[in-house]
């Protein structure tokens, strides 16, 4: 599995229940690289979206709250998502929020992280990947002049020794 998010500075990646800022560069990003494949998140991250289920991906959602959302097949816990997503052949991306990062981090084996260099104020937040041993940088692209912020898209793999 695979983390895909957005942090700033802070490592923050979400401010009042929504995302940091609007970044038209990143929703590209992440539409190209995720069609296609499953996306994972928690309740409220399927329900911030204004179109559901996100288009062209097989959506799972994890709330033990709401037995059903339309399109998207819905787990009661991780453990029983993570019972399904062993028979996933396809890339699957968790896509939110912070507590079903969290959960999934240990699980994951790659993370696709958009780096924008500001501070947000957030109230949400990411665990410094870059402070933690057990993972790496694999590659990132140059600094993107875009939207009136920079970014930088990098790529990061579990180390295996």
Known sequence: MTIILVADNDWAIGKNGGLLTNLPADMKHFRETT????????RKTYESF?????????????????????GAKTFRSVESFLEYASSISGEIYVIGGGEIYAQLLPYCDRAIIT???????????????????????????????????????????????
């Not at 559901?52 to 059903?68: A, G, K, Y």
């Not at 665990?127 to 990061?156: K, L, Q």
Request: glycine share 6%; net charge negative.
């Open 50 to 70: 204004p179109k559901r289920p996100l288009p062209n991906r097989e959506n799972c959602v994890i709330s033990r709250t709401v037995s059903e959302f339309e």
């Open 115 to 161: 780096r924008v260099y500001e501070c947000f104020g957030g109230d949400t937040f990411f665990a410094d990947i870059d402070g933690m041993s057990e993972w790496e940088p694999d590659e990132a692209s140059p600094v993107i002049e875009t939207d009136c912020h920079n970014i930088r898209f990098i790529h990061y793999r579990r180390r295996t020794e």
């Open 35 to 42: 069609a296609g494949s499953t996306v994972v998140m928690g």
